[in-house]
């Protein structure tokens, strides 16, 4: 598509049930990146994928995070049994192979936010 | 380990003016690129200027400019005529050069453009 699709744009949800988030790529995206951003504060990296590679999950908050990207391309983002802190906006980014040149005054790689999904735990 | 410092948590500037968005990072990579990103109260994430760390020139993009001071491991973003519709979050951010990775934020400065 022409940009970074996510899904749904709002969620709320009761503590306690699971949720699951969609992230559609840009295609030719290789990377895929999901960051939380809590209210008035900045992006928090959750998890990154990159080809076939296997995922760094190191910005996991706990073991309720889960997240896998089929075919290279969609990922969904799960979190079991939600709690009231896990109440966020969720931001799903893509980027380009390593190496390809974006336009502008230098290389990089073109990371392309969506629009987010705002979860809402009550 | 890298790290990003933006510590103006919000700030004014009159229409038409410019203003100085501050930035400081603290990264052990050799090669890396800078960003700054505009979050309006829509949501969205908008790039706005992007700086690799071995750009000998400052990276300028319409009314954006990025001041890179190397040495002082600074990266302030300006931003000259300033309009209403400027007013939003500003988020500066970086990543390791290389290969596509994860970016690092900062906590963001929120700019509020008066008539």
């Known amino acids: 598509g022409a940009g970074v699709s996510q899904s749904p744009s709002n969620k709320v949800t009761e503590k306690g049930k699971d949720v699951e988030l969609r992230c559609d790529p840009i295609?030719?995206?290789?990377?895929l990146y999901w960051y939380r951003q809590s209210l008035g504060q900045g992006l928090e990296f959750l998890i990154y994928f990159q080809g076939n590679s296997a995922p760094d999950k190191s910005g996991l908050p706990s073991d309720r995070f889960s997240a896998e990207r089929t075919g290279g391309s969609v990922s969904t983002l799960t979190i079991q049994r939600t709690q009231q802190e896990d109440s966020a906006v969720y931001l799903c980014a893509s980027s380009l192979t390593p190496g390809t040149p974006v336009g502008g005054t230098g290389l990089h790689y073109g990371y392309t936010f969506g629009s987010g999904t705002r979860l809402t735990v009550v | 380990a890298q790290k990003i410092t933006q510590t103006q948590p919000g700030m004014f500037v009159q229409e038409k003016e410019a203003v100085t968005l501050d930035c400081t990072y603290d990264?052990?990579?050799?090669?890396?690129?800078l960003f700054w990103y505009k979050q309006p109260s829509s949501g969205e994430m908008i790039f706005l200027i992007y700086?690799?760390?071995?750009?000998?020139q400052n990276a300028t993009e319409g009314r954006y400019s990025l001041n890179f001071q190397k040495a002082r491991k600074s990266a302030n973003l300006v931003i000259s005529a300033s309009q209403l519709g400027d007013s939003a979050m500003y988020f500066c951010a970086m990543s390791p050069t290389g290969t596509a990775s994860k970016l690092t934020f900062g906590t963001g400065t929120r700019l509020q453009v008066t008539l």
């Open positions: 990264t052990s990579d050799q090669s890396y690129g």
């Open positions: 295609s030719g995206h290789t990377a």
């Open positions: 700086q690799g760390s071995y750009d000998e």
